[in-house]
């Protein structure tokens, strides 16, 4: 079935340093959207990828979905504070209605 | 304009209670999902209505949970006997079109439910 893993499960950053974090496919995916939630929060969209190749930017976070539409990357550059929280990349179950978050990627900025 | 709304935001049952959890989506969605969120995990699937269609329930726990959509708008999930493995704080989704048409998921800030 279809297998869709993100990595890493945590990463701790200095202020300032960079982060990113991976979508991994086994199968071609039709579009990739990724979502953040902050600690305590509710999950916020952040971008939909639909394009092969396509890459996106919101100020300091770029968004890039692979040739082959099976993986995608999420880069925060000179992460900040604000940019604590978990990313996830939900992905629809083939045939289905149900969309599975996975446990995401947790991310911890140290100042 | 308003965002996804839900009521209670906290709830405290003592196990064996009934309890109902409400959402108001965004108007004129019509897609609304229910999740269940432990403490550490990522939103797990309950449950997914199609205006007033109930089109997937593959992820209630059990037949304890049941959820409605009456009118295609607000939505209820009601949880009957109350166990304590029902402690997680339940998010509600509601989505401008299909499923399948890919558009964005808002979220509301969902109601953290404790069994004592």
């Known amino acids: 079935g279809q297998q869709v893993m993100q990595i890493p499960q945590y990463q701790h950053v200095q202020e300032g340093e960079d982060f990113t974090t991976y979508c991994n496919s086994s199968t071609t995916l039709s579009n990739i959207q990724w979502y953040k939630q902050r600690p305590g929060g509710h999950p916020v969209f952040l971008i939909q990828l639909v394009k092969s190749g396509e890459v996106k930017k919101q100020k300091r976070l770029t968004f890039q979905f692979g040739e082959a539409k099976k993986n995608s990357s999420l880069h925060i550059t000179a992460t900040q504070t604000t940019d604590v929280g978990t990313y996830f990349c939900p992905r629809l179950t083939s045939g289905t209605y149900k969309y599975i978050f996975g446990t995401g990627t947790r991310l911890k900025v140290l100042a | 304009g308003a965002g996804v709304s839900q009521s209670p935001r906290y709830k405290v049952a003592k196990r064996g209670q009934d309890v109902a959890l409400r959402c108001d989506p965004i108007?004129?969605?019509?897609?609304l999902f229910w999740y269940q969120q432990a403490l550490g995990q990522g939103p797990e699937f309950l449950t997914y209505?199609?205006?007033?269609?109930?089109?997937?329930k593959s992820g209630l726990p059990s037949d304890r949970f049941f959820a409605e959509r009456p009118e295609g708008s607000v939505s209820t999930l009601k949880i009957q006997r109350t166990q304590q493995e029902d402690s997680a704080v339940y998010l509600c989704?509601?989505?401008?079109?299909?499923?399948?048409?890919?558009?964005?998921?808002?979220f509301g800030p969902g109601t953290r439910l404790t069994v004592t």
């Open positions: 989704a509601s989505s401008l079109a299909h499923y399948d048409s890919s558009y964005e998921q808002y």
């Open positions: 108007s004129g969605h019509v897609s």
């Open positions: 209505f199609q205006n007033e269609a109930q089109l997937d």
